[in-house]
């Protein structure tokens, strides 16, 4: 995860590849049993999957898999098959390890040519993990009970949802967000991420 511009083509597609394809692959392999037993189908996404924030291929896999989830649950509906969408919000996993997290903003920023980091400026990198450390220690729970017990629901229950927000920035803050207006978003990230210096 990093600004969009950073990445490569391959970055994309690396993120793309697990986070996309490879539950599409994994559904679409399982769907003939899963239909034969009038099973469910229960994917987890992310609330980034609702908000893009900046993060490139993330966000991007994360929209891919609830319209996948979206498309399926409507064309499948007519043989008792649900499909369940997890939304979880920020939970400390290996996911959100700042280690890992910065040691892949060093090598998006070493890749980048001399022009695109001039523009950013020298103190950019810094102060874009500073901002990414205070958010991720802010807003990480450490219960992921609350996500199991979504999944537990959407397995098990009579009647599950379509949905599952799962985690108090997910249910408080980023699917309020979700509906409001594109502008609103754009400003409050604004607020948050470090400027470039080369901005305008």
């Known amino acids: 995860m990093g600004p969009s511009e950073w990445m490569t083509v391959d970055d994309y597609h690396s993120t793309l ?9 994994m559904t679409t ?3 003939p049993l899963i239909k034969k037993a009038r099973g469910r189908i229960v994917n987890v996404a992310s609330v980034l999957g609702r908000v893009a ?20 649950r409507r064309d499948i509906n007519h043989f008792g098959i649900s499909v369940c969408i997890i939304e979880p919000g920020f939970f400390k996993t290996a996911v959100t390890s700042l280690d890992p997290l910065e040691r892949e903003l060093h090598r998006l920023w ?6 695109v980091k001039a523009s950013y ?6 102060k874009y993990i500073k901002v990414q450390r ?4 802010a807003v990480c729970d450490s219960d992921l009970t609350k996500v199991t017990s979504c999944m537990e629901h959407a397995l098990t229950a009579a009647y599950p949802r379509t949905r599952y927000s799962a985690g108090w920035d997910a249910k408080f803050l980023w699917l309020p967000l979700s509906y409001m207006p594109a502008c609103v978003v754009d400003i409050g ?11 305008v």
């Not at 205070?134 to 220690?137: A, G, K, P, T, V």
């Not at 607020?191 to 210096?197: C, I, K, W």
Request: proline share 5%; hydrophobic share 40%.
């Open 121 to 126: 400026g020298d103190q950019y990198l810094e």
């Open 134 to 137: 205070l958010i991720m220690n």
């Open 29 to 31: 392999t399982f769907l």
């Open 17 to 25: 590849k697990v986070n996309m394809i490879g539950v599409i692959a």
């Open 189 to 199: 990230l604004k607020l948050v991420l470090p400027r470039p210096s080369k901005s």
């Open 53 to 72: 924030a900046n993060g490139g291929g993330y966000c991007i896999s994360k929209f891919a898999v609830e319209a996948f989830s979206d498309c399926l």
């Open 110 to 115: 070493n890749q980048l040519s001399p022009e």
